[in-house]
């Protein structure tokens, strides 16, 4: 038998979006395929020769993050991706400012690409 203070709590806590049905963050592996995705982007716009072995190296830790998330994630990949691809360009100063987000998934990243 469920008391009324579980029944108060439960909808305390709905009011208060403790249940609000957030999928919380996604896999790691859509978090750096998404960090890759902006960042070869932006560096590829600078149109700078000296960054040329920079960007051929963050595409291919690029290829090889889609290939994982898509593994782990399958049909959902794409929502994923878009979604956090959002979520990440919302956190930059401006669309060419990766500093933030280098500053937060580029070890992390490079640690999982290369496992």
């Known amino acids: 038998m469920v008391k009324l203070t579980q029944i108060a709590l439960v909808s305390a806590l709905l009011a208060l979006g ?3 049905g957030d999928k919380g ?5 859509v978090q ?6 902006i960042a070869t982007t932006a560096l590829g716009k600078l149109n700078a020769p000296q960054m040329k072995q920079v960007i051929i190296r ?3 830790a690029k290829k090889l993050a889609f290939q994982m998330a898509q593994e782990e994630v399958g049909d959902e990949f794409d929502e994923m991706l878009s979604e956090e691809t959002s979520r990440q360009q919302g956190m ?3 669309p060419g400012s ?3 987000l ?3 998934y580029k070890q992390q990243c490079q640690t999982l690409v290369q496992s």
């Open 58 to 60: 963050l595409q291919l």
């Open 32 to 37: 750096c395929a998404a960090y890759y995705d």
């Open 102 to 104: 280098m500053n937060q």
């Open 98 to 100: 990766i500093g933030p």
């Open 25 to 29: 963050p996604p896999p790691m592996t």
């Open 18 to 20: 403790g249940c609000s």
């Open 92 to 94: 930059l100063p401006n």
